[in-house]
Every structure is written in structure tokens, then in C-alpha cells.
């Protein structure tokens, strides 16, 4: 099991992360936190099932099975206590892919949608993308907990606004939105006929303490929710990119689904698909394991920079493997820190690129613990360099 978490050299695999780490360090050694993808293998048993897949030889034509939708179902219903149906199902081929979809098909072109910064920064170019206005409710801060301001979203919605997309849990902050809050926001929607989106990719890396409320949930009481979730963020699986929309309603659910007949995706590819089935029948004492790596690896990251005296600041996690930490450090920005850390060999992400995070950096803790005793002990190389401690 301590194989498990290990990371791998992952350059000359076409790796976008560690690519991307190698150019901005300018071919230094380099140890990358930033893009959201784990540095180890997945599962042991969604490997050893695409292996016995491949050894079969054969990948011609391949539907999604007669068990596709029992085993999503049976996941819900196991890990979020959330009953849905076949037909709720549509199989995409990634989040992202879905989230422009759902924007493309049922809001207008110029509608205003609302984000809720910091947050993913994807969300912007794919909404902007669909020509549609970015529309930011900036989350609330308060004892080093952020919250959704519900007078500033009941506000948009009253004036008009009737999408929002919601993340959940939340990327880059942590958070694990609460069955109040989710309750809250439901109703707000409810009452003002917003059409809510919750982008659910994480929703499997929850640390201890903490459960997980899928919008879903709320299916019952209001019929304008679709939820977007995957197995691959949480299994590492994302290069074979398979998602599903949830969504109950069923106008919308037609809608949806006749866009990706016409777009000839409404069949993952065969791997992606043994992936996806293996990891929701049998992933869970791996995925049990990975939250506690990743717990250990928040805590140790905590304590390491508590030493320095509040120059860092990290966040609580409540969910997904990324680290929010404030740079509390005189004359340099966090942004310059990230350049700077560049040239040591650390590359992390910025957060003002996430809207909202301009004193703030990201830290993905999918990785061994011993990459990241290597990237912290560089990042006191460079305090020390520039007399910073």
C-alpha cells in the first residue's frame, strides 16, 4: 500500500503538467503542485483491469454496457445517498466538455453567468467561449472559512441572472459545502427559476470530518438542477476523459441528450469505460487510502510552514487535493513568489488567475510525501537566499 502514492516520473508520457512545469522552470529540475492531476498510478485495480482489457486485443465498436448506468447508480446512491434514475444519465466526455454544453443549450447568447470566485479558472474561458457574460458573486471570508454571500446571489438572481454554476467541492478554496448552504442556494434558485450547474468532480475527496452533500440531493424539491461529475480526478484517469450529466428533469435531460446524438458522444471510448466501471465497483479501499495520503500531506505541509512565523498562511481543507495558502510575505507579491520559486525548481499555481486570489498560491498534494519534503525544503532554500527568514 505505501507503493500506492508514490510518485512516478511522468516526463516523456506527454504529461501536460510536468510539460508544462519543465518549460516554466526552463529545463531546471523541476517539482510541480500546480496543475489539479495526481503525480501516482491509479487504483492497482483499474490498472490491472485496462491491462487485461488491452490483452484482449480487441477495440473495435463497443457500447456502454448493460451495467453503465446500475453501477453509477449504485455510487450515488453508496457515497452520497442520492437515489437517481437511468435516464438521468448522459455519459460526456469530460466536465468541461458537459459544462459547455449545458451553457450552449439552455441559456442565451449574451446571458449573464454567474461564478463564484475565487473558483476554477476554467469556468471563465469556456462561458466566454459560448459568448455569454461572466458574472462573479465573490465568496465571503470569515474565520479562515470562505462562504457563499447569499444577499449578493439573491441580488444577481432578482436582477435577472438564471444561471449558476457551482463548485462543489470547491476548487481552489476546499471547501465542502454544508446541506444548509446547499439548501440555501436550492431555494434561492427555486424561488427566482435559476438553473443551477454543480460541477461535482472532486466530490470523493472529502478528509476526515467532513461529508459531502451532491446537489443532487435536492432533485426532489426542485427540477432545475444538473449535476456534472467523473471519476477522474479522484482515480487519475483523467486522460481517458469519461463524465456523466445528472439530471433528472426531464425536458432538459431530452435536450441534452438529442445535442450529443447530434454530435455522434453518446458512447465513451471502451478503456474509459473499464476504467470508469472498475473504480465505482471496486475503487473504494484505494480511494479510502488516497484521502488519508492526502490528509497526511496537508498536515505535514501545515506544520512545515507554521514554523515560519505567519509568512504562510494554509487554508483548512475540507475536500479535493489542493491547498489554498495565503502569502503573508513583506514586499513580494504572490505571483512574484510563484516566478521566483520558478527558478528553484517549484512550480505552483497562482491564485489570481482563479479571480479574487491575487495574495494567494495553490498547492496540489496529489503527489508522494517525499516530492513534497522536496518542494518545501526548496522553498526554505529560497527564504533563505533572499533573507526572507
Known amino acids: 500500500?505505501?507503493?500506492?502514492?508514490?510518485?512516478?516520473?511522468?516526463?516523456?508520457?506527454?504529461?501536460?503538467k510536468w510539460r508544462l512545469a519543465e518549460e516554466k522552470c526552463q529545463g531546471r529540475e523541476c517539482y510541480t503542485f500546480s496543475i489539479a492531476d495526481s503525480d501516482y498510478q491509479t487504483?492497482?485495480?483499474?490498472?490491472?483491469?485496462?491491462?487485461?482489457?488491452?490483452?484482449?486485443?480487441?477495440?473495435?465498436?463497443?457500447?456502454?454496457?448493460?451495467?453503465?448506468?446500475?453501477?453509477?447508480?449504485?455510487?450515488?446512491?453508496?457515497?452520497?445517498?442520492?437515489?437517481?434514475?437511468?435516464?438521468?444519465?448522459?455519459?460526456?466526455?469530460?466536465?468541461l466538455n458537459a459544462l459547455s454544453v449545458v451553457?450552449?443549450?439552455?441559456?442565451?447568447?449574451?446571458?449573464?453567468?454567474?461564478?463564484?470566485?475565487?473558483?476554477?479558472?476554467?469556468?471563465?474561458?469556456?462561458?466566454?467561449?459560448?459568448?455569454r457574460h461572466v458574472l462573479e458573486s465573490p465568496l465571503g471570508l470569515e474565520d479562515l472559512q470562505y462562504k457563499m454571500d447569499f444577499k449578493h446571489i439573491e441580488k444577481l438572481f432578482k436582477n435577472g441572472s438564471k444561471t449558476f454554476v457551482l463548485c462543489n467541492p470547491h476548487n481552489p478554496v476546499g471547501r465542502v459545502?454544508?446541506?444548509?448552504e446547499l439548501k440555501t442556494l436550492v431555494d434561492l434558485a427555486k424561488k427566482y427559476q435559476v438553473l443551477l450547474i454543480s460541477d461535482e468532480i472532486h466530490s470523493d475527496i472529502i478528509m476526515p470530518g467532513y461529508k459531502f452533500?451532491?446537489?443532487?440531493?435536492?432533485?426532489?424539491?426542485?427540477d432545475k438542477?444538473?449535476?456534472?461529475?467523473?471519476?477522474?480526478?479522484?482515480?487519475?484517469?483523467?486522460?481517458?476523459?469519461?463524465?456523466?450529466?445528472?439530471?433528472?428533469?426531464?425536458?432538459?435531460?431530452?435536450?441534452?441528450?438529442?445535442?450529443?446524438?447530434r454530435l455522434h458522444l453518446t458512447t465513451p471510448n471502451l478503456l474509459a469505460l473499464t476504467a470508469l466501471k472498475t473504480a465505482y465497483k471496486d475503487g473504494f479501499k484505494w480511494l479510502k487510502a488516497q484521502n488519508k495520503h492526502i490528509q497526511a500531506n496537508y498536515e505535514y505541509m501545515k506544520s512545515y510552514l507554521h514554523q515560519y512565523n505567519n509568512l504562510?498562511?494554509?487554508?483548512?481543507?475540507?475536500?479535493?487535493?489542493?491547498?489554498?495558502?495565503?502569502?503573508?510575505?513583506?514586499?513580494?507579491?504572490?505571483?512574484?513568489?510563484?516566478?521566483?520559486?520558478?527558478?528553484?525548481?517549484?512550480?505552483?499555481?497562482?491564485?489570481?488567475k482563479f479571480g479574487n486570489g491575487e495574495d494567494f498560491v495553490?498547492?496540489?498534494?496529489?503527489?508522494?510525501?517525499?516530492?513534497?519534503?522536496?518542494?518545501?525544503?526548496?522553498?526554505?532554500?529560497?527564504?533563505?537566499?533572499?533573507?526572507?527568514?
Not at 1 to 16: A, G, P, V
Not at 334 to 348: N, P
Open 312 to 352: 504562510f498562511l494554509v487554508f483548512p481543507l475540507e475536500g479535493t487535493y489542493l491547498s489554498w495558502i495565503k502569502v503573508n510575505i513583506k514586499g513580494l507579491n504572490a505571483k512574484d513568489l510563484v516566478d521566483e520559486l520558478m527558478k528553484y525548481g517549484v512550480f505552483l499555481s497562482e491564485g489570481d
Open 225 to 261: 438542477i444538473i449535476v456534472i461529475s467523473a471519476p477522474t480526478k479522484v482515480f487519475n484517469i483523467a486522460g481517458l476523459q469519461i463524465a456523466q450529466i445528472i439530471v433528472e428533469n426531464e425536458s432538459i435531460n431530452e435536450i441534452l441528450k438529442d445535442e450529443y446524438m
Open 213 to 222: 452533500t451532491s446537489l443532487g440531493t435536492y432533485f426532489h424539491i426542485y
Open 103 to 131: 451553457i450552449d443549450k439552455l441559456s442565451n447568447i449574451n446571458d449573464d453567468i454567474i461564478i463564484q470566485t475565487p473558483v476554477y479558472h476554467v469556468f471563465k474561458p469556456v462561458i466566454e467561449a459560448n459568448q
Open 362 to 389: 495553490r498547492a496540489s498534494l496529489a503527489c508522494s510525501k517525499e516530492q513534497l519534503i522536496t518542494g518545501l525544503e526548496k522553498l526554505t532554500i529560497y527564504l533563505r537566499d533572499k533573507n526572507i527568514i
Open 177 to 180: 459545502w454544508t446541506e444548509k
Open 1 to 16: 500500500m505505501s507503493d500506492w502514492f508514490k510518485t512516478l516520473n511522468r516526463k516523456n508520457t506527454d504529461s501536460i
Open 43 to 95: 487504483a492497482p485495480v483499474i490498472k490491472k483491469a485496462l491491462l487485461d482489457r488491452v490483452k484482449h486485443g480487441a477495440f473495435g465498436y463497443a457500447g456502454r454496457g448493460e451495467d453503465y448506468e446500475d453501477i453509477i447508480i449504485s455510487w450515488y446512491k453508496k457515497r452520497y445517498d442520492v437515489n437517481i434514475t437511468k435516464k438521468s444519465i448522459i455519459p460526456v466526455p469530460t466536465v
